[in-house]
C-alpha cells in the first residue's frame, strides 16, 4: 500500500460549509463532514437531497461557490489544484458502470495504469489479475462488458478503480441498478474492502448495509447534513424526518 | 421492341476501362484518406474548439452538404484556375471530392462523439486521464467503432459520386464510358459495362473496410457484430 500523500493523522476527507447551487436550485446548503483513514461513511436520504452532488464534489466533478473541501490533503475547491494529483488518491465508482464498452475487462483495468501512471502492460496486466481475483472475476479478463452481468459489471467496475490503488473510494449508489441477487455480490465485495481497511464514502439505498458497513451516517435532507452518527442513529433517529426516512425504507 | 445488343466493339477497349477504373479507385481512396481527417478534425474543432472555430466548421459542413457535387467541382476547378493555379483534373476532383465528404464525415463523426455518454468521459477523467487521453482513449475510439457502418457506406457513396467529376475531364470510369459511346455509337453496352465496373469497385471497397473493421476493432471480431 503506498503511503498518504498528507500526514496520516488528518482526515482523509473533509467538507466545511460546502455550498452548491445548480442555477437558482440550493443542492448543497452548508454541509460539513469528515471522513478518518479507514473509516466507512454512508450518506443516506432522499432522492435529490444532494448525496450524488456532494461526493461528485469531493472528486471535482462539480466546482463548489463556497466553503472548502480537502481530501488526502488535496485543496480540492482550490480552483488550480491539479486535478490528475487529485483524481490518483479518489476512486470512484457510478451507479452506471461506465465500463468502456470497446474494451475487454482488463484492457478497462490496464487503460490508466498504462496511460496515466505509465505501468509498462505486462505489470498493468498482473493488477489487473490481481484485482480481478479480488472482486471474484478472476476468469472475465477476457470479456467485453457487454458478455457480464450488471453485477459483475460493477464489480469489474470496482476492480478497475482498486487497480489505481485509491486512497479512498466513492460509491455512489452502486446497487441500484441490480436486482437484490446481484446486489448480494456486489456489496461482499464493498464489505470485504472495508473490512481490508479501505477508507469510503457511500451513497446508498441499502439500510441494512449501511447500518453493518458504516462506521458513521450522514442523512442528508435538503442540501444539509440533516443528522449524523453512528450507525445506531438508524435505529434511535432523532429528528423526525430520519424516522420517516428510515420508516418508509422498511 | 428490337433490342440488339452488341458489345464487342465495347470490349474491345478494355484497357481504357481498366484505366478508368484505376482513376477512380484512386479518387476514392484519396478522398476517402484525407476527407475523413479532415472530418474527424472538424468534428473535433466543432465539439471542442473555441467559438470562431466552431462556427467555422459547422458553416463548412452546412454550406457542402446544401449545395450539388457537381457545384462543389466547378468553384474548386474555376475557383483556383481563376486564382492563376493550374492543377490538373484528377487534382481538382480530388480536392472537391475530399471537401465534400469531409463534411459528410464531420456529421457521422459529430453524431458518433455525442452517442457517447457523459458517463463515460467522467469514468476516464476521474481514472486521472487528461483530457486529451479521454478524448483519444473514450470518446475518439468508441465513437469511430459505432459510426463505422455509415462512414463506410459514405465513402462507397463518394466512389459512386466520383463518376460527376467527369464534368471536368477527370479520366475516370464514367469520364471512359462517355469517350467510348461517342466512338462506338454504343451508348447502353458502354454505360452497361461501367455499370458492372462500378459495382465491382463497389464490392472491392466494402470488402475492404470489412477487413479493416476486423482489424481496427477486435470487439466486433470476438463477439461476430455485424459491420
Ligand atoms: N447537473 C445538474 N444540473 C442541474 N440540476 C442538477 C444537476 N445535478 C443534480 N441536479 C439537481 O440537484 C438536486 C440534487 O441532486 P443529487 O445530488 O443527484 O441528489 P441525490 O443524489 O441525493 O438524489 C436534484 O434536484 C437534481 O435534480
Ligand atoms: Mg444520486
Redesign the interface.
Known sequence: MSQPTSSSAGPVVALRDVHKSFGSLKVLDGVSFEVARGEVLAIIGRSGSGKSTALRCIDRLETIESGEITVCGHRVSDPKLPLRALRLDVGIVFQSYNLFPHLTIEENICLAPVTVKGRRRAEARETARRVLGQVGLGDKLDSYPEQLSGGQQQRAAIARSLAMEPQVMLFDEVTSALDPELTGEVLRVIEQLAAGGMTMVMVTHEMGFARRVADRIVFMHRGKVWETGPATILEAPETAELRQFVGSGL | MNLRLDFGVVWERWPLFVDGAWMTLQLAVLATLFGFALGALCAVGRRSGPPWLAGLCGAYVEAIRNTPLLVQIFLVYFGLASLGFSLSAFTVAALALTINVGAYTTEIMRAGFDSI?R??L?????????QR?VYW??LL??AM?RVYPALTSQFVLLMLASSVTSQISAEELTAVANYIQSDTYRAFESYITVAVFYLALSFVMRLGFWGLGLLL?P?RR??GTPL
Not at chain 2, 467522467?122 to 487528461?130: F, I, M, P, R, T
Open positions: 455518454p458517463g463515460q467522467e469514468a476516464g477523467e476521474c481514472l486521472g486521464l487528461s487521453q482513449h473514450v475510439l468508441p467503432e476493432f470487439r470476438r463477439l
